[in-house]
């Protein structure tokens, strides 16, 4: 007989749902108008007709698996709803956004994730029209499953520094694929390690003697009849991981491994069949417009991680009660009309709200950078086809930094919201745990971050060069160039706010940031140009001035969305608020650089983290409404803890009665490890009259 909870009991007064509805209720603007906003109406159309399908699934439906079970049951779980994914996609015939939809909902990395993201865009963007027909007309069929083997063991963000081989043998007409180190062995590649019979494989290619570095190849690794390894591969799964278990991720050694002169992947650079001659791409500059559109996403999608982690947080310390303000006690009407004094609700202390507001801030500061990035990317993608490179390398160094920058925001918060739920928080029932597991690689693939702010800083030193000698004027100029040139102007500019109100204004705030990047990129030209220091000694500087830039971009995004738009009059007021209280935060988390820089002075950094505590006073009414804007299903968020309705305790017991160990009164294990040692002092029992044993 499985474990219950007496069921007449509630939790103590006020009731979640009372509390939550009185939050809504308090709301200074409808968060129904700010969603349409957010997605837009065909988007949440799209979305509540795909979860519709999802939840009334029979594979799909149910997630309570996911909390209780090991990487075994859960990854053989995972492929069912991998395949079940791809079925629903052709009966229903989604596109991509749709099925895109679909798994952001279902919520779980599967076997087949690389399969759409990496394996048929590589193919689609680099290959030829033979090719796409060959290869990638099955993938989208599904007949064949493929992923993308970039990085090794001993290698992953130096992409040059890559060993596996691909040497063509013209007699052949064949690729000879070799591993030649450990280290050359294929590491970390999800869905290799039990599902693809495929792979784009970044190899060395190399022909009539010369290293042309690494290029990509498609590349069968196991027979489509029985799935087996094909002769000269050896391939299988690297093991559990911190999280993402229900993706294989792989490895695969090659030992004299031939492919086919057509698995050269050749829409840009090609080897001639009979020759080996190599033949180089047209504009090696064409790839960067497709990392400017991932990592787009990439900030996009950090977006809703911080929200969708806020929301729990909010949810739950709006219903949660803990100690009792002496000042200022909490007191409620009971349904007989009666008031009674309650503890104080976890959200209303200020250092909880210190430190969740701000990750809101955060959300809907990726949202606005996120769009523009998706705005420039496109406006670049029509200067490009004109044969006009000149926005793509200012685009291709911010793109780098907020990848970095987002991601270790987004990650960040996950953590800092599981904490301020307390003990609770640590219970994968809070919806935190997995979801911080799966969502921390993201500050390591697609470019580490720490890696990535070089890329970023160096295009900025070689801006503010340009700028200092002439090559660089207002006609020519990028964002970039803009505030570089503002700052050589005056480079010995003050903040000129005198009161805590001025800190209100956008201008301001906005100006700061810029002075703040241009000081940090000028110093650091100096210490390079001037001072001779070593790049690798300038390293933490360049990470600070990566994000310093990228923390600017998002300041000014954010500045212009809701400063300068069409927003009804309530819902501007409210997202003018955030946007302060994220310049605010921002400022007084990184107020050494803005005290370095003497644009601000000390008592300047105290006004503003008075302002911070009083711009946390201001939202406060409208933070439940400003993570509902967000508008995660419950089907999606999987939490007790952040529940739409607010009854966090019930869901709590429920899920605990579902624990398998709570499937029996006396656990498997109790008769085989328990019970003998118990049984040694059985003569001191005595047995009452209800024939229970007691000493």
């Not at 907020?402 to 918060?413: G, I, P, Q």
């Not at 599981?418 to 390591?444: E, I, N």
Request: proline content about 4%.
């Amino acid at each position: 007989m499985a474990v219950q909870f007496p069921k007449h009991l509630k939790p103590i007064e006020p009731q979640g749902p009372t509390v939550l509805k009185q939050e809504r209720n308090k709301a200074t603007f409808n968060s129904k108008d700010l969603t349409k906003f957010i997605y837009g109406e065909e988007y949440l159309k799209s979305r509540d007709s795909i979860l519709q399908i999802l939840q009334a699934d029979p594979i799909l439906g149910d997630k309570s698996h996911r909390y209780y079970n090991g990487r075994d049951v859960r990854f053989k779980k995972s492929l069912a709803s991998a395949r079940r994914l791809a079925e629903l996609t052709r009966i229903h015939k989604w596109n991509d956004q749709e099925f895109g939809i679909a798994e952001f909902l279902f919520d779980e990395p599967s076997a087949f994730r690389l399969h759409r993201s990496m394996f048929m865009p590589t193919i689609a963007n680099q290959g030829t029209d033979e090719q796409k027909k060959l290869y990638l007309e099955p993938a989208i069929r599904h007949e064949i499953i493929g992923c993308y083997a970039q990085t090794e063991l001993g290698h992953g963000s130096n992409v040059r520094g890559l060993e596996t081989t691909a040497t063509y043998q013209p007699e052949t007409q064949t690729f000879v694929f070799n591993s030649p180190t450990l280290t050359s062995s294929k590491w970390w590649i999800g869905g290799l390690g039990v599902a693809a019979n495929h792979a784009i494989v970044m190899a060395r290619l190399i022909s009539q003697g010369k290293d042309h570095g690494p290029h990509p190849f498609i590349v069968q690794i196991r027979n489509l009849e029985n799935h087996e390894p094909l002769d000269g591969i050896t391939v299988g799964d690297i093991g559990p991981k911190f999280g993402f278990n229900t993706v294989d991720n792989g490895f695969i050694l090659f030992n004299n491994f031939h492919v086919p002169h057509i698995a050269f992947l050749a829409r840009y650079s090609s080897i001639d069949k009979v020759t080996g001659e190599y033949k180089t791409p047209p504009n090696a500059k064409l790839a960067y417009g497709t990392m400017v559109f991932v990592r787009a996403n990439i900030v996009l999608e950090s977006r809703v991680v911080l929200a969708r982690a806020a929301t729990i947080a909010i949810r739950y310390s709006a219903i949660r009660s803990q100690g009792s303000d002496a000042g200022n006690p909490k007191k409620i009407t009971l349904s007989d009309g009666s008031i009674k004094t309650v503890e104080t609700p976890v959200l209303d202390y200020t250092m909880q709200q210190y430190r969740l507001f701000p990750i809101i801030a955060q959300a809907y500061a990726c949202h606005f950078t996120g769009q523009e990035m998706h705005r420039m990317y496109y406006e670049n993608q029509e200067k490009m086809a004109q044969g006009d490179f000149s926005y793509l390398a200012d685009l291709h160094a911010s793109s780098s930094g907020l990848k970095s920058l987002t991601t270790t925001l987004a990650v960040n918060a996950i953590e800092e919201c599981r904490r301020a739920c307390g003990g609770h928080g640590y219970s994968l029932f809070s919806g935190l745990g997995q979801f911080y597991q799966d969502y921390l690689p993201k500050v390591t693939w697609e470019g580490d971050n720490y890696l990535l702010t070089q890329q970023t800083a160096r295009y900025l030193l070689k801006t503010m060069r340009s700028v200092r000698a002439g090559k660089i004027s207002q006609k020519n100029s990028t964002f970039s160039s803009e505030y570089i040139l503002e700052y050589l102007s005056n480079s010995q500019a003050k903040c000129p706010f005198t009161s805590e109100q001025d800190l209100s204004n956008p201008e301001i705030l906005l100006s700061a940031f810029k002075f703040r990047a241009a000081f940090l990129i000028d110093k650091a030209v100096h210490a390079i140009d001037v001072d001779q220091i070593s790049w690798n000694d300038m390293l933490v500087d360049i990470f600070r001035i990566s994000r310093a830039h990228c923390q600017l971009l998002m300041v000014s995004n954010f500045i212009q969305s809701v400063f300068n738009s069409n927003l009804s009059e309530k819902m501007g007021l409210v997202l003018q608020r955030v946007a302060v209280l994220f310049c605010l935060s921002t400022l007084d988390q990184e107020a050494a650089d803005f005290l370095t820089s003497g644009y601000l002075l000390p008592d300047q950094a105290i006004m503003v983290k008075k302002q911070l505590i009083q711009i946390l006073k201001t939202i406060r009414p409208d933070v439940v409404a400003l993570v509902d804007v967000f508008d995660f299903p419950d089907y999606l968020l999987n939490s007790a803890l952040g529940e739409n309705e607010g009854n966090v305790y019930e869901k709590m017991v429920d899920m605990a009665e579902k624990e398998p160990i709570n499937q029996s009164k006396v656990a498997e294990g109790y008769q085989e490890y328990i019970r003998p040692l118990i049984h040694e002092g059985k003569a001191n029992w005595t047995i009452d009259q209800n024939g229970i044993a007691r000493l």
